[in-house]
């Protein structure tokens, strides 16, 4: 039976301010997501009945409720599908701390059985379906660098500077409900137009609240803003920094204080996901001809 294997890259969000707030209460916001280079690992497998077969390398992760199993059933019951797949995922990237690996994780099983299923959905369709599963999975879906508004879904490609990233996992779980709804959120930032983001006075609006509630991340990024340009992604509780170059990010992920964790990764403008299934398509219309 026919198998794919594709990454599912990181992201940072290279600022994050909110603007206001929605009368359903959803926040209203403002961000610029960037993919790494560094990616979990996932490979598809078609069945010939019509389970959705799950494992992963983290016994924590391998149930229904992952994000993955769940864009498989999405997918398949709303295209009435009858076919099923095996799906293994090789779970590199920290999860819960600001990097989107789960977001990224569904986004890759969606473009993938779109792929493998052959159901020839539209990258909007499928960025439509993804917001159902979170607002972080329409900028996998699509696959680009993009200055992002409303919840996250209103995407506009950019190509900011692709520097080496320093990212520090300071190892501490982070209530992202918890902040939403903090008291002290800053949630009156100016709007910034696309056209001019890089020239703004930015911003993560969560690190002032993140550094005052985990005195651990405030400790990281203490540290690490003694070596380049420093930030939050998402609500954390990772945080990066910018390098010129992979050595100088190397040199100080050598000097990074236990327990914490980290890696060096390039900042990428285009998923590696869509350059793999654009190869994957064109190889199967070469074998076709």
């Not at 993919?35 to 490979?43: N, P």
Request: net charge negative.
């Amino acid at each position: 039976m026919a198998t794919l294997t594709l990454p599912a890259p990181a992201k940072l969000n290279l600022f994050l301010h909110i603007i206001g707030r929605r009368a359903d209460g959803y926040h209203q916001l403002q961000t610029v997501f960037q993919f790494l280079e560094s990616a979990d690992q996932l490979s598809f497998t078609l069945r010939r009945d019509e389970r959705i077969e799950f494992h992963c390398s983290d016994p924590a992760l391998a149930n229904d409720a992952n994000l993955v199993v769940k864009a498989a059933q999405l997918l398949q019951a709303q295209q009435r599908y009858q076919q099923g797949v095996r799906i293994i995922l090789d779970k590199v990237l920290p999860y819960g701390g600001g990097l989107g690996g789960g977001s990224s994780d569904a986004a890759t099983t969606l473009l993938a059985l779109n792929h493998l299923w052959q159901l020839r959905l539209t990258v909007d369709e499928l960025a439509t379906l993804g917001l159902q599963l979170g607002a972080d999975v329409p900028v996998f879906v699509r696959g680009y660098a993009a200055f992002a508004e409303g919840v996250g879904e209103r995407l506009s490609p950019v190509s900011p500077p692709m520097p080496w990233y320093l990212v520090v996992d300071p190892k501490v779980h982070i209530s992202t409900a918890e902040l939403f709804a903090h008291s002290e959120l800053k949630r009156d930032c100016d709007p910034i137009n696309l056209s001019d983001w890089q020239q703004q006075q930015t911003q993560n609006v969560f690190e002032p609240l993140v550094r005052r509630l985990y005195p651990e991340v405030a400790k990281a990024l203490d540290w690490l803003v003694e070596y380049a340009p420093t930030r939050l992604t998402g609500t954390g509780a990772c945080l990066y920094g910018a390098f010129e170059s992979q050595e100088l990010a190397r040199a100080a992920l050598a000097r990074m204080p236990a327990p914490w964790t980290g890696f060096v990764a390039r900042g990428l403008n285009e998923s590696p996901v869509c350059q793999l299934l654009r190869q994957a398509s064109t190889d199967n219309l070469t074998s076709q001809n």
